[in-house]
């Protein structure tokens, strides 16, 4: 079965090749406009779109590339009228699979159909064996994944990368994918921490230095640029760099040579640069705080990773990667989690992301002891405390609260997103439970169609079987 997306403003033609489509045994999503078919290919995995030329907000053909760079990167089918064939040939240049004339025959969608999915699954045969070896960072989430796209395209170029996001959120973890899955494996991967580095001796420590270069140069001394030679330097918070830092590392940048001190010729250097930072290093460069020209040095690609809050789907993953991998540590049996314990750690704020949550994890397995299964009593204290009065808060505000009085102005309270989330992932649990699993009934109990519940199943990553 695969995965069908119309984009189509035309009711009368749409209905009709939604059933067709599903009578060939596919799940088809229907959208009438160019963003809200976008918005679908940006959620859901997708295999081929059939995309509508003339749209109310949007000209198809202008469009393609942007569902081309969906995290599913489907194959575009152009639909279009005779008179617009000639555009059609063109969108074939720029990526389309194929066109069909409108209104197009069961045949002729049949085959076409059949041809792009042949091609796709060859494709997909064909970048797996040129998949990253990226099995230690956890995470479906689109946001990611739209990262790990952006580390799919770095590392098959020799540009430089900019990495930004909170503390915690993996930034020298993709700084190391992106150098292991790097034609620059062999050689090291070197970094430098620009909290660290004292005026004096930026030149000494980036460059090296001869014996008796300066006073306390008693040895001769190689330098981090020279360790990363061939290989990846990474500049980890960059934002602390000092002024003279700053002008060293865009010289050696601009010349891709430098001179270790008390030597008279300068040295070729061959490295990639991967930079990090969680400041906002495009407002210290408008505030004159960071060089301009050193900053559109680092910029070649940016990542920018999502907090843990902005990732909640993700939880659940993490939690059972960590939980599996800290319990093998320990040399323990992988402990069991309650459905209660995760939606706690949904509940929190991780500021400090997933470092934040690895070391709660911890906690919680020692806190557990013999229990085979973790609870939220097994959770710190603080991290109960804040979660049971975000709850509370929750509940005061839908008027459910009343009985508890602790002091609430701390309190900080779930934005509307997270708390929907919330509650139509317990929705649906309930709604699995109740309906034992059987799809008629669900639907029946929630007034949700068949289609409808199957997509909110997907995006809380349900199956529809009892508990
Ligand atoms: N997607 C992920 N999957 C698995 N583990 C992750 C992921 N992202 C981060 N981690 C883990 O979280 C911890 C913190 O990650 P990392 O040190 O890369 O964060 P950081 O953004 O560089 O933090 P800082 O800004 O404080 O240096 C590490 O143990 C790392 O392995």
Redesign the pocket.
């Known amino acids: 079965m695969a995965s069908v997306l119309i984009v189509d403003d035309d009711p009368i033609f749409c209905a009709p090749f939604v059933g067709y489509m599903k009578k060939l045994g596919h799940q088809c999503r229907v959208a009438q406009n160019f963003s809200d078919g976008l918005g679908l290919a940006q959620e859901f995995y997708v295999d081929v779109v059939f995309l509508d030329v003339i749209l109310p907000d949007a000209n198809g053909l202008e469009g393609i590339n942007n569902f081309i760079d969906a995290p599913s990167s489907p194959e575009i089918i152009i639909i279009t009228g005779k008179s617009e064939i000639s555009g059609a040939e063109m969108a074939l240049k720029n990526g389309a699979w194929d066109y069909l004339e409108k209104p197009p025959s069961y045949d002729d969608v049949k085959l076409t159909l059949k041809r792009a999915l042949q091609f796709r699954k060859n494709k997909i045969v064909f970048d797996a064996q040129d998949r990253l070896n990226t099995d ?4 479906e989430n689109i946001k ?1 994944k739209k990262c790990m796209d952006i580390v799919a395209k770095v590392i098959k170029t020799e540009g430089n990368l900019f990495i930004t ?10 700084a190391k994918a992106v150098h292991e899955n790097s034609k620059r494996a062999a050689a090291n991967f070197v970094t430098v921490d620009c909290t660290n580095l004292p005026d004096n001796l930026v030149e000494s420590l980036l460059f090296g230095h001869l014996k008796g270069a300066f006073t306390g140069a008693v040895t001769h001394s190689d330098g981090l640029v020279k360790q990363a030679d061939k290989g990846t330097l990474f500049l ?2 960059v934002g602390d760099l000092s002024g003279p830092a700053q002008k060293s590392i865009l010289r050696v940048l601009q010349n891709k040579k430098y001179r270790p001190l008390g030597l008279k010729t300068e040295v070729e250097c061959d490295f990639r640069l991967i930079s ?1 930072t ?1 400041r906002d290093l495009r407002k210290m460069v408008e505030e004159g705080r960071f060089r301009k020209d050193l900053y559109y040095r680092l910029v070649t690609y940016h990542i920018h ?1 999502p907090p843990l809050r902005e990732r909640l789907d993700d939880i659940k993953l ?1 939690t059972r ?1 960590y939980i599996a991998k800290i319990c093998d540590q320990f040399g323990i049996h992988t402990k069991d989690v309650s459905r209660d314990f995760v939606e706690t750690l949904i509940l929190y704020d991780w500021k400090g ?3 934040e949550l ?1 070391s709660v994890l911890h906690s919680s397995i020692a806190n557990a002891m013999n229990e085979h299964k973790l609870n939220p009593h097994h959770l710190p204290v603080e991290v109960r405390i804040y979660c049971r009065q975000k709850k509370m808060a929750a509940n005061k505000s839908l008027g459910r609260g009343g009985q508890e009085n602790l002091e609430m102005e701390d309190v900080k309270f779930p934005c509307l997103k997270e708390f929907r989330h919330l509650n139509e992932s317990q929705y649906l649990d309930s709604l699995i439970k109740l309906s034992k699993g059987n799809i008629e009934r669900a639907c029946h109990l929630s007034g949700v169609s068949r289609s409808g519940l199957y997509h909110l199943l997907e995006k809380h990553q349900k199956k529809l079987k009892p508990l």
């Not at 230690?136 to 995470?139: K, P, R, S, V």
């Open positions: 230690f960072i956890i995470g990611l996001g909170e503390t915690g959120t993996g930034k020298d973890l993709i980890d918070e990090a969680n990773l993490l990667h992301n997933i470092r690895i």
